[in-house]
C-alpha cells in the first residue's frame, strides 16, 4: 500500500513563495510518474505539474516560468517549488503517484491547503 503525505501548505502573500513536499512510502517510488494536482471549491482537479521516472517534466500553461517540480528518488520524495504566486494560485494541492504506464494504480495524498492573499 502507497502513502502520500504532503507538507508546505500555508498563507503567503502575493508574488511570494512556498515549496511543497510529498513523502511517499510503501511502494518502488521510482516507478511512478509523480505530479501535482489543484483544486478549488465547485472546480475539478486540474493537473499542476508531473515527473516521470526520467525526470521529463510537464507544466500547465498557467504555472509555466513560476513552478518546478522536482524528485528525489533516493529519499521518495517529490517537490513542487511556487515562486511569484497569485491569489489565482489558491487552492488545494494534492501529490498523485500514478502508475498507469506500467498498468499499475494510481495514488493520492490528502491535501495540502495553499492560500496566496495578502
Known amino acids: 500500500q502507497v502513502q502520500l503525505v504532503e507538507s508546505g501548505g500555508g498563507l503567503v502573500q502575493p508574488g511570494g513563495s512556498l515549496r511543497l513536499s510529498c513523502a511517499v512510502s510503501g511502494s518502488i517510488f521510482g516507478l511512478y510518474t509523480m505530479g501535482w494536482y489543484r483544486q478549488t471549491p465547485g472546480k475539478r482537479r486540474e493537473l499542476v505539474a508531473f515527473?516521470?521516472?526520467?525526470?521529463?517534466?510537464n507544466y500547465a500553461d498557467s504555472v509555466k516560468g513560476r513552478f518546478t517540480i522536482s524528485r528525489d528518488n533516493a529519499k521518495n520524495m517529490v517537490f513542487l517549488q511556487m515562486n511569484s504566486l497569485k491569489p489565482e494560485d489558491t487552492a488545494v494541492y494534492y501529490c498523485?503517484?500514478?502508475?498507469?504506464?506500467?498498468?499499475?494504480?494510481?495514488?493520492w495524498g490528502q491535501g495540502t491547503q495553499v492560500t496566496v492573499s495578502s
Open positions: 515527473i516521470r521516472v526520467s525526470a521529463i517534466t
Open positions: 498523485n503517484a500514478d502508475g498507469s504506464n506500467w498498468g499499475g494504480p494510481n495514488y
